[in-house]
């Protein structure tokens, strides 16, 4: 008996340190080496890289118009108003995907599939775009950013959901911080090689050029969707090893939960919104701007461009933490949306170097993403997050699906000094909208505000406050006063008297079964 409870207390440990599997699982050979085991730090590790490099592809082909956008509108004779059109129509798709995406990888395709499925979707829609370049058809280039849209949102959240599977309790915000840095990497691999490999290849014609360039795209989704397959595999084996069900998103959308949204959340879209149509659009038109006014080289352009998704690399992994640590959510917001505004006034109305003006809207720009979209589950309860975030990204969309459109219309019409004036209106109306929001926080006795510290105080108190509510009816009959019958009934038994049972345990009066024993 000792001998099977030294091993029983050994295999605890083991599951509690992480030094075997979950659930006591122990494994010999290989299986069990640190570096195949799926409950082992250097196992997880490993699939950590595949999981950042899931969603590489995506992100360097999002913004392969923006590193070629004169290349294009030259040799696809389009003015930008039709260019936008590329980025619009990628984020059209997601208006819809945004909401449902969650439904469909927990429920129709599962998360393993749904991620294959969703990186396949992305390939395709590359391979379109740039064929369509090489047959030299704009038509054909814009359906394959529509088909490259439907595919974008949904794998970010299938990665998203493999981090969580994998990290959670351990360490997910690194697991986060990664996941997005890799992504930047993309971006900005994206903004400083794109127009090289168009000057160093030759074809007869420009068009072939264009097309060859998109297609080193497609090399790196096939490398994201070999990455897929890889997770696909390893996840099936830790969970046969760890007996764990499939991964789910957590995202459950429940559309009759929109009408008990408070007016809080709804400012919190309107946020969202003003203030990213100022940066995507803006980043999709930059190259040619700071070329126009500047006079930069096109090498440097692109540099400048790229300096948002640079300095993100590692300040939203910063900014994360710093504001895990201080709280002061509304705080943040509001110094994120004056920098971002004082860094387009500086672009629009001085000719200081663009490159103080870019390095402070990267850093705005991560400190917005770390202290905004935190705050939604602040507001809603935890069974509505699913509806609430899909319902974000899905009225993000919509915007930067207008606005972009809007933004190619204001260059061609007005030029860029208007276009910035547009965008310095929309961080305005964002800027506004954070004091009504301050306001109706302040007024209800919100939390969005507090320190870390207050915050942690304000919740142990409503947990407290939570705990203390009768939860069944045994809890309330605890706190009910007695009736008279039920004194009368404890007095009986007292002397020895059965109880009569002539009430119903709430006070409500039953006929006597026994109607002798009280006389």
């Known amino acids: 008996m000792s001998v099977q409870a030294d091993l029983d207390g050994k295999k605890e440990t083991q599951r509690l340190t992480g030094d075997a599997g979950q659930d006591g699982a122990d494994f010999c050979g290989h299986g069990g080496s640190a570096l195949c085991h799926p409950a082992r730090a250097p196992h997880r590790y490993i699939m950590l890289v595949f999981m950042c490099f899931l969603s590489f592809g995506s992100y360097f082909c999002y913004d392969n118009p923006a590193a070629l956008q004169s290349t294009i509108q030259r040799i696809m ?159 099936k084996r830790r969970s046969r090893m760890l007996n764990l069900d499939a991964a789910e998103t957590g995202e459950v959308v429940r559309l009759r939960d929109i009408k008990d949204f408070p007016l809080s959340l709804w400012l919190i879209f309107v946020i969202c919104v003003a203030y990213y149509v100022a940066i995507f659009p803006f980043i999709s038109l930059g190259t040619v701007f700071f070329i126009d006014k500047y006079n930069l080289t096109s090498t440097n352009a692109h540099f400048v461009n790229s300096l948002v998704y640079l300095i993100s690399l590692g300040a939203s992994f910063v900014f994360g933490i710093m504001v895990d ?27 200081i170097s663009p490159y103080a003006a870019m390095t402070l809207l990267g850093i705005m720009y991560s400190l917005l993403a770390c202290a905004l979209w935190p705050m939604v589950a602040l507001v809603v309860p935890e069974h509505q997050l699913g509806t609430a975030y899909g319902l974000m990204q899905a009225i993000q969309n919509l915007g930067l699906a207008i606005i972009s459109m809007i933004a190619g219309l204001i260059v061609d019409n007005k030029g860029y000094l208007v276009l910035e004036v547009f965008f310095c209106a929309n961080l305005c109306l964002a ?82 079964s026994c109607p002798h024993q009280l006389k």
């Not at 993309?186 to 127009?195: A, F, H, I, P, Y």
């Not at 506004?432 to 007024?443: G, K, R, W």
């Not at 320190?451 to 939570?466: G, V, Y």
Request: with cysteine.
């Open 77 to 235: 004779k389009v003015d930008t108003e039709q260019f936008e059109l590329l980025y619009s129509l990628y984020s059209w798709p997601n208006v819809v995907l945004s909401v449902f995406g969650g439904f469909l990888l927990d429920r129709v395709f599962g998360i393993r599939w749904g991620a294959v499925l969703f990186a396949g979707i992305i390939l395709i829609g590359q391979i379109i775009f740039a064929l369509g370049a090489q047959v030299n058809s704009y038509l054909v280039m814009e359906i394959g950013r529509f088909v490259f849209g439907l595919g974008g949102e949904n794998l970010a959240v299938a990665q998203n959901t493999y981090a969580v599977s994998w990290f959670k309790g351990r360490e997910l915000n690194m697991a986060f911080g990664l996941q997005l840095s890799f992504a930047r990497m993309g971006s900005t691999v994206n903004m400083l090689t794109l127009e090289k490999t168009y000057d160093a290849v030759h074809f007869e014609h420009d068009y072939q050029r264009l097309g060859f360039s998109l297609f080193t795209g497609v090399l790196y989704c096939i490398f994201s969707m070999v990455c897929a397959f890889v997770l696909l595999y390893f996840d």
């Open 325 to 351: 640590k201080t709280g002061l959510n509304l705080l943040w917001v509001a110094v994120s949306i004056l920098g971002t505004l004082f860094a387009h006034a500086m672009l629009a109305f001085t000719w």
């Open 431 to 512: 800027l506004f909208c954070l004091v009504i929001l301050y306001l109706v926080n302040d007024s209800k006795g919100g939390h969005l505000n507090l320190s870390a510290k207050q915050r942690a105080l304000f919740e142990a108190e409503n947990a407290e406050t939570d705990d203390d509510v009768p939860s069944s009816p045994d809890d309330m009959r605890r706190i009910t006063p007695r009736t008279a019958s039920e004194l009368r009934d404890r007095y009986l038994s007292s002397v020895g008297v059965p109880p009569t049972h002539n009430h119903d345990g709430l006070g409500r009066l039953l006929p006597l």
